[in-house]
């Protein structure tokens, strides 16, 4: 068994067990990439992802996630990566080995279109696996169907080109590797309901299908 997947073996074990220890916690990443981008939108998004899943599913993820560099070999020990963002990104030749290496020995990428990623993030990602196209994953799939059911696929927090949401996917062998959230702008909808003025009924949508993507992540 890879390091990796030992790790993730451990999240998966030790994610829903109501522990507060925490040595029992896994860390999620946020991915910092170049090309002059802002990875760094939305601050509070994800640590109130987090906050929502420890509290309502019973998990045990830490409180705020780690910065990770594509290219670093420490993301190895991240079951559950996110990059999000307006503008540019670029990976390196390395990076994009490393990246490859991780999706493949069992990672995920959760990519969240920002509004503008979509024609930056389209060939980096197809550098990181030029035989896949990103594939709309059909309403049926398992990710719509966690704890909480999305029957008609990812929910509209933001509007930006009147255009429907559309979830993305990278399948490796039968595998989910990379989901990509398109004209949904969830982390938008995860941040501090008075950033973007979101009601309480959008900011719960939104972190619901967060949820149901971090528990299809650790369950399957």
Same mark, same amino acid.
């Given at each position: 068994? %890879?390091?990796f997947?030992? =790790?993730?073996?451990f999240?998966?074990?030790?994610?829903? %067990?109501?522990?507060?220890?925490?040595?029992?916690?896994?860390?999620?990443? =946020?991915?910092?990439?170049? +090309?002059?981008?802002?990875?760094?939108?939305?601050?509070? %998004?994800?640590?109130?992802?987090?906050?929502?899943?420890?509290?309502?599913?019973?998990?045990?993820?830490?409180?705020?996630?780690?910065?990770?560099?594509?290219?670093?070999?420490? &993301?190895?020990?991240?079951?559950?990566?996110? =990059?999000?963002?307006?503008?540019?990104?670029?990976f390196? @030749?390395?990076?994009?080995?490393?990246?490859?290496? *991780?999706?493949?020995?069992?990672?995920?990428?959760?990519?969240?279109?920002? *509004?503008?990623?979509?024609?930056? &993030?389209?060939?980096?990602?197809?550098?990181?696996?030029?035989?896949? @196209?990103?594939?709309? =994953?059909? *309403?049926?799939?398992?990710?719509?169907?966690?704890?909480?059911?999305?029957?008609? +696929?990812?929910?509209?927090?933001?509007?930006?080109?009147?255009?429907?949401?559309?979830?993305?996917?990278? &399948?490796?062998? +039968?595998?989910?590797?990379?989901?990509?959230?398109?004209?949904?702008? /969830? +982390?938008?909808?995860?941040?501090?309901?008075?950033?973007?003025?979101?009601?309480?009924?959008t900011?719960?949508?939104? /972190?619901?299908?967060?949820?149901? &993507?971090?528990?299809?992540?650790?369950?399957?």
């Amino acid at each position: 068994m %890879s390091r990796f997947i030992s =790790l993730t073996v451990f999240a998966v074990l030790f994610c829903f %067990s109501g522990t507060s220890e925490a040595q029992s916690s896994v860390k999620v990443g =946020l991915m910092k990439y170049s +090309g002059g981008g802002d990875w760094y939108a939305n601050p509070t %998004s994800l640590p109130n992802l987090i906050a929502f899943c420890n509290s309502q599913m019973g998990m045990n993820i830490e409180k705020e996630p780690v910065t990770i560099e594509p290219g670093d070999p420490n &993301i190895f020990t991240f079951p559950f990566v996110h =990059l999000t963002g307006h503008g540019n990104v670029v990976f390196s @030749e390395s990076e994009v080995a490393n990246l490859r290496h *991780y999706l493949l020995s069992g990672g995920f990428l959760h990519i969240d279109d920002n *509004y503008g990623l979509d024609p930056f &993030i389209r060939p980096q990602m197809k550098r990181v696996f030029p035989e896949l @196209e990103f594939v709309e =994953l059909p *309403y049926s799939h398992p990710i719509y169907h966690q704890q909480y059911e999305f029957s008609r +696929g990812l929910p509209k927090i933001h509007e930006h080109d009147n255009k429907p949401p559309q979830g993305f996917g990278l &399948i490796w062998e +039968g595998r989910l590797v990379c989901f990509y959230s398109y004209e949904s702008d /969830l +982390g938008d909808g995860w941040e501090d309901p008075s950033v973007h003025n979101d009601s309480p009924e959008t900011h719960r949508k939104a /972190l619901e299908m967060g949820a149901n &993507i971090v528990q299809y992540v650790f369950m399957n």
